[in-house]
């Protein structure tokens, strides 16, 4: 079985340009979260999807944003990039929202020069 | 305000020796609390989760306890390996119905250097 799986898994942007990133989840997988992990701030939650509705959304300013699709797999998409949205950014999925365990993907790192 | 503190924040053990790992939470109402283990460039990968009940909980080298009331939780590696060199996350979720986020609180790891 197949785990999740993060596109690109290193990707290097100028300031100011956009970026896309993908996740494709466990098969059977209705819910996808997304993080980042930065050395300073740890992890912390940008927001999580399911079946294509936005669920929940942390705190984070209106240039990052996402969608899901029919087939569970999810975008995560940030505009105007900044120095500081260098980071790794993770996905997790689960089989539906709830408590229920997540499984993480191996990230995709993002460099902001 | 939702908080979880690990502690240390690194530690260096020598091969074949125990550590424990101490994670502190104030997230209330509590639902289940996990250990994460997380390679360098990796994403995390479970190691346990513990709900209310549940005082300890094993996964091979890896024991993990849970004080409720305490609101404390540690993780004890046993016989340590070099690849057991990773940071260590503690992840506590919430029942809060209007949470905002995904309910999860995140500590910030605790970083371990297993040395032969």
């Known amino acids: 079985k197949a785990g999740v799986t993060q596109t690109p898994r290193y990707l290097i942007k100028t300031r100011g340009q956009q970026v896309t990133l993908s996740c494709s989840p466990i098969?059977?997988?209705?819910?996808v979260s997304w993080y980042q992990q930065t050395p300073g701030q740890g992890l912390q939650f940008l927001f999580e999807y399911f079946s294509e509705t936005q669920r929940n959304k942390g705190n984070f300013p209106g240039r990052f944003s996402g969608r899901q699709f029919s087939n569970s797999r999810s975008e995560m998409n940030v505009s105007t990039l900044e120095l500081g949205d260098s980071a790794l950014y993770l996905c997790a999925s689960s089989p539906k929202t709830g408590p229920y365990g997540y499984t993480f993907g191996s990230g995709t790192r993002l460099t902001v020069v | 305000k939702n908080q979880v503190e690990q502690s240390p924040q690194s530690l260096i053990i020598l091969e074949g020796k125990n550590c424990t790992l101490q994670c502190n939470y104030t997230v209330s109402p509590f639902s289940n609390l996990r250990w994460y283990k997380q390679d360098t460039g990796r994403g995390p990968v479970s190691l346990t989760i513990m709900t209310f009940s549940e005082n300890t909980k094993s996964n091979g080298r890896y024991t993990a306890t849970l004080d409720a009331d305490t609101k404390q939780s540690s993780l004890h590696i046993t016989a340590s390996q070099l690849s057991d060199s990773a940071s260590y996350i503690c992840v506590v979720r919430s029942r809060e119905i209007k949470a905002a986020g995904n309910k999860l609180t995140f500590g910030g790891g605790t970083r371990v250097l297993v040395k032969p």
């Open positions: 098969s059977g997988h209705r819910s």
